[in-house]
């Protein structure tokens, strides 16, 4: 059965910066989408940063220039480097799969996810 695993996870002050690594099984990594959703408490889950099969990332607003996705295809490992981070981006951060033909945060798309690093930020 496939599974994600992240890591990387902590506690940074506002401005610090982190850097968290999701392993994928095979299957998975295989579908061509690998994702970073977050959720803070009390709040629902956000999509953060994608990346396909191919290359192409994409980002939401929250997040675009101070946060950067990337893989390493021969260890099926997703990275999130995370910085100048603030203390709204704390929260639970998950990895997630897809098929690379889902173009789409909405979370009930994406099959298989991590069970969550958490992050937090202090001002």
């Known amino acids: 059965q496939g599974q994600l695993l992240e890591s990387g996870g902590g506690s940074v002050q506002a401005g610090g910066s982190l850097r968290l690594s999701c392993i994928a099984s095979?299957?998975?990594?295989?579908?061509?989408?690998m994702a970073w959703f977050r959720q803070a408490p009390g709040k629902e889950r956000e999509g953060v940063a994608r990346?396909?099969?191919?290359?192409?990332?994409v980002y939401t607003d929250p997040v675009r220039g101070r946060f950067t996705i990337s893989q390493d295809s021969s260890a099926r490992t997703v990275y999130l480097q995370m910085n100048n981070m603030k203390p709204e981006d704390s929260a639970t951060y998950f990895c997630?799969?897809?098929?690379?033909?889902?173009?789409?945060?909405?979370?009930?798309?994406?099959?298989?996810w991590g069970r969550g690093t958490q992050v937090t930020v202090s001002s």
């Open positions: 997630a799969a897809s098929n690379r033909l889902n173009f789409s945060w909405a979370t009930y798309l994406y099959k298989d």
């Open positions: 095979p299957d998975i990594f295989n579908r061509g989408l």
């Open positions: 990346i396909y099969d191919s290359g192409a990332t």
